[in-house]
């Protein structure tokens, strides 16, 4: 029964636990066919290699598994913090929009303050535009067939 606990224990490892199992497995029956009496059977040993190899397959997939967390968890991490400065310059351009529209314009008595506003509220709202200019050209070149 203590077998089984430690089975299960492994287990709660995840997969490098099971491909740790199977590779414990595999030595396991290397060992039990060299202690055989007589000549050892090609068939087994066979079934022996092809367990082995794939044993080693789960052990690759382990590594690459462990990679591909690491960089998911990395990509995740730079979108969120890149969603966060977007979120915080359409804050800021709206901003600089709204007194752009309520107040800066109805202060200003010639083209030159006019354009002065213009250019001081829309500040923010460059790389939101430069954006917006990008996927716009973009998509009609998606469109041209």
Same mark, same amino acid.
């Given at each position: 029964?203590? #077998? @089984? ?5 492994? @287990? #709660? ?7 740790? @199992?199977?590779?414990? @497995?595999?030595?396991? /029956? /290397? ?11 090609s ?12 044993t080693? *397959?789960?052990a690759f997939? *382990? ?11 990395s990509?995740?991490?730079?979108d969120e913090? /890149? ?13 600089? &929009? ?10 200003? =008595?010639?083209?030159?303050? &006019? ?11 460059? =790389?939101? /535009?430069? =954006?917006?200019?990008? #996927?716009s ?9």
């Amino acid at each position: 029964m203590s #077998q @089984l606990s430690d089975i299960a224990t492994i @287990l #709660q490892v995840g997969f490098s636990g099971f491909a740790f @199992l199977m590779a414990a @497995l595999s030595f396991k /029956l /290397l060992r039990g066919e060299a202690q055989r009496d007589g000549a050892p059977r090609s068939a087994i040993l066979k079934a022996i290699s092809r367990y082995t190899a794939y044993t080693f *397959v789960l052990a690759f997939l *382990v590594s690459a598994s462990r990679f591909g967390e690491k960089w998911y968890a990395s990509n995740l991490k730079r979108d969120e913090q /890149l969603n966060l400065i977007r979120s915080q310059e359409a804050q800021t351009c709206r901003m600089g &929009l709204d007194s752009l529209m309520y107040a800066d314009i109805k202060t200003a =008595t010639d083209r030159e303050s &006019l354009v002065g506003a213009i250019q001081q509220n829309l500040a923010g709202c460059k =790389t939101i /535009l430069k =954006t917006l200019a990008e #996927q716009s050209t973009n998509s009609m070149a998606e469109d041209v067939p």
